[in-house]
């Protein structure tokens, strides 16, 4: 069966970091060609775009409350995305979710969980003292 897997969370003091990351699972799926986002949703929430990386030109996109904190990469040797974290906050809590399109979304509608075909189970990710 066709999955993503998310890995890499866990519980991190604040300004603490932690790196995620986002395989393929059951099917031969070369992440390269698809566009890879990064996704959270905390305990009564919606779920909220974190960050894309573009399989068309490799740009990356950030929500602005993660900017400067968060950064997106793809490694095709062992087709995994990651997201690297840091200087966490206690708002980053949520379970973080990667996800992939089959068509780029772009800068208009990256954070658009309707673009995206799978998803992951995802990871929880607690930032507290």
């Known amino acids: 069966q066709e999955q993503l897997v998310e890995s890499g969370g866990g519980l991190v003091q604040p300004g603490g970091s932690l790196r995620l990351s986002c395989a393929a699972s059951g099917f031969t799926m070369d992440l390269d060609y698809f566009a890879i986002g990064w996704f959270r949703q905390a305990p009564g929430k919606e779920r909220e775009g974190v960050s894309c990386v573009s399989s068309s030109d490799g740009s990356t996109f950030y929500a602005d409350s993660v900017k400067g904190r968060f950064t997106i990469s793809r490694d095709n040797a062992k087709n995994t995305v990651y997201l690297q974290m840091n200087s966490l906050k206690p708002e980053d809590t949520a379970v973080y979710y990667c996800?992939?399109?089959?068509?780029?979304?772009?800068?208009?509608?990256?954070?658009?969980?309707?673009?995206?075909?799978?998803w992951g189970q995802g990871t929880q990710v607690t930032v507290s003292s």
């Open positions: 996800a992939a399109a089959f068509f780029d979304p772009g800068s208009s509608s990256w954070y658009d969980v309707y673009a995206y075909n799978y």
